[in-house]
T-cell receptor
Framework: AQSVAQPEDQVNVAEGNPLTVKCTYSVSGNPYLFWYVQYPNRGLQFLLKYITGDNLVKGSYGFEAEFNKSQTSFHLKKPSALVSDSALYFCAVRDPYSGGGADGLTFGKGTHLIIQP | NAGVMQNPRHLVRRRGQEARLRCSPVKGHSHVYWYRQLPEEGLKFMVYLQKENIIDESGMPKERFSAEFPKEGPSILRIQQVVRGDSAAYFC??????????FGSGTRLTVV
């Protein structure tokens, strides 16, 4: 069974500093990995995904994530945080070889990112 | 090209009533997924449908919950005889190839 762990409930970063939101995963095969952001009372907005290819993936709003197969991690990063980046961030995984119609995503519990002015 | 449309945005039901949540996928998408988000938790997969077929309902409660995606019209998530524990945000997502998922803004169900 696939699973995702986001070990930090909350991450605090000063505006202008680099940020990292951690994510580790467990799947039986090669994973599809996703990051989504959720603003209060809104739906999920897609940030980026890793399917195959370059381990460093660039996404929306200046975010990027690095796929590390040996550490089974897919940490979200941004070189310089903005106050407007404050939101709830979800990492998600899908095992493309899971079969049995289990094509849904498995989400982590989310990490609150708070950017302080 | 409109994204995933969910309605209503907010729904209040009394205990014992029925709740019907609608989801119109991105035009051309034939895969629909429903997720539930409880307060302070991540999204939990409920059901995966393609047109007229339920592909995976492993995350769906066995009783009171049902979902459909008819040949014409939106996908419907139906909750019969709602209880307070059903209060949550319900999100729909659609995709074409189960690789890129587009989420709707959700329906926030409150059971009073």
């Amino acid at each position: 069974a696939q699973s995702v762990a986001q070990p930090e409930d909350q991450v605090n970063v000063a505006e202008g500093n680099p940020l990292t939101v951690k994510c580790t995963y467990s799947v039986s095969g090669n994973p599809y990995l996703f990051w989504y952001v959720q603003y209060p009372n809104r739906g999920l907005q897609f940030l980026l995904k890793y399917i195959t290819g370059d381990n460093l993936v660039k996404g929306s709003y200046g975010f990027e994530a690095e796929f590390n197969k040996s550490q089974t991690s897919f940490h979200l990063k941004k070189p310089s945080a903005l106050v407007s980046d404050s939101a709830l961030y979800f990492c998600a995984v899908r095992d493309p070889y899971s079969g049995g119609g289990a094509d849904g995503l498995t989400f982590g519990k989310g990490t609150h990112l708070i950017i302080q002015p | 090209n409109a994204g995933v449309m969910q309605n209503p945005r907010h729904l209040v039901r009394r205990r014992g009533q029925e709740a019907r949540l609608r989801c119109s996928p991105v035009k051309g998408h034939s895969h629909v997924y429903w997720y539930r988000q409880l307060p302070e938790e991540g999204l939990k997969f409920m059901v995966y449908l393609q047109k007229e077929n339920i592909i995976d309902e492993s995350g769906m409660p066995k009783e009171r919950f049902s979902a459909e995606f008819p040949k014409e019209g939106p996908s419907i998530l139906r909750i019969q005889q709602v209880v307070r524990g059903d209060s949550a945000a319900y999100f729909c997502a659609s995709s074409e190839a189960a690789v890129g998922y587009t989420f709707g803004s959700g329906t926030r169900l409150t059971v009073v």
